[in-house]
């Protein structure tokens, strides 16, 4: 009995190691690709960065480094530890605030890896995108697809300041980024400003000579003003349990996303709302453009203001809660839900217990605050 099984113990490490020299992995020794119970859970933490932080950081940047050859844009990059090495708040997008002084240029580039901008502090600087010139305002959306060329000036008497949103893990792990540099500063206007707007921007309304639905919006700016009286004029109306007054942005052409590979949505969350709880495959990173606020994640409370950036990991469970009595909570996201989408992905579920409210069991400065040191 002792030399069959030593034998048996033999026969299969020499088999083992056989087929691993032949090029192949026996599958009943691999590890399952996911929660062996089916129950999703978050592969990692959420992040919170305070504008605080973030201001003085581009300020003492603003001393160090001027965009131009020797850094091709000052933006400060919101970096997850729960997904280092890859510097950004979620494995599949990267978020980063760029600040761009009085006369100073970003020069145009252009990569395969898409971008959208959300307008923080400033007003009237240029992002030139494939020579279509358009004016940033804060609360303003303003899209750079894939292989645009692309850069940015501020011939205004202020800084500019911006959230920058990319697909660039998403990309770099299909293997699929290619970057190329503009030979010149910045590649030159060849339409008016803000054309896209003007041939998209009444929201509903597209000219009748234009039949074609393309995946990329073909418009590339959704101004504040508009956004903000869509939100409260549908919170008048309606609203979602779980993210109260929630639109996302659309491509006029399609209805869709605006861009393949990344959603965005504006979120205005009224007086005392506190949403219902729910978890989702995709994940998402906020920008606290107005108001004051927490969200609990997985029990963990995040508390943010005005300017705050905060990133949810897929399959978290949340909650919002606007604590002000008077004064809306606006948050702009962006999310990887098109591609789970159109990879039939997309997974979502309600929290079941205690009226839809997670138990608060932490603060976000006590589970995670030296998370980063
Ligand atoms: C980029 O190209 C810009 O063009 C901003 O303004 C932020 C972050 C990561 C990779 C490329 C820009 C970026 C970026």
Redesign the pocket.
């Known amino acids: 009995m002792a030399i069959e099984q030593a034998s048996l113990t033999e026969i299969s490490d020499v088999f083992y190691r056989d087929v691993q020299s032949l090029g192949m992995s026996p599958l009943w020794r691999s590890t399952q690709p996911g929660p062996r119970d089916g129950v999703p859970a978050a592969p990692y933490q959420p992040c919170h960065w305070s504008w605080s932080d973030i201001e003085r950081s581009l300020v003492r940047a603003a001393a160090i480094v001027k965009p131009g050859p020797e850094a091709?844009?000052r933006?400060l990059?919101l970096c997850n530890p729960g997904v280092a090495p890859s510097p950004s708040p979620t494995h599949t997008l990267?978020a980063?605030v760029?600040m761009v002084m009085p006369g100073e240029i970003?020069p145009s580039?252009r990569?395969t890896?898409a971008?959208i901008?959300f307008i923080i502090q400033g007003d009237g600087a240029i992002t030139m995108v494939n020579g279509e010139p358009l004016s940033m305002t804060p609360g303003d959306l303003i899209l750079?697809p894939g292989w645009c060329w692309?850069g940015?000036i501020n011939r205004t008497e202020a800084p500019m300041i911006w959230m920058?949103g990319?697909d660039?893990p998403l990309v770099r792990s299909l293997k699929a980024g290619l970057y190329e540099g503009y030979p010149d500063e910045l590649h030159p206007a060849t339409k008016p400003i803000d054309h896209s707007v003007s041939r998209y921007g009444s929201g509903h309304l597209r000219p009748v000579w234009e039949q074609t639905s393309t995946k990329i919006s073909p418009m590339l700016k959704f101004p504040w003003a508009q956004t903000e009286q869509s939100l409260r004029d549908l919170a008048k109306v309606d609203s979602s349990p779980f993210d109260d007054v929630a639109m996302q942005y659309t491509n006029p052409s399609t209805g869709g996303h605006v861009l393949p590979t990344m959603g965005c949505w504006m979120q205005l969350l009224r007086p005392e709302a506190h949403t219902r709880a729910h978890r989702h495959s995709t994940c998402h990173v906020y920008h606290v453009f107005r108001g004051s606020g927490s969200t609990i994640v997985d029990g963990v409370q995040i508390d943010w203001k005005q300017g705050d950036f905060f990133a949810l990991p897929p399959d978290c469970w949340h909650e919002h809660l606007n604590r002000s009595s008077s004064e809306p909570a606006f948050l702009f996201s962006t999310n990887d839900l098109p591609v789970f989408e159109s990879l039939g992905l997309y997974r979502e579920d309600a929290y079941a217990e205690r009226d839809g409210h997670q138990e608060v069991v932490a603060s976000y400065a006590a589970r995670y605050g030296d998370s980063r040191n």
């Open positions: 091709e844009r933006a990059q990267t980063a760029q970003a580039h990569h890896m971008a901008r750079t692309h940015h920058d990319l660039v």
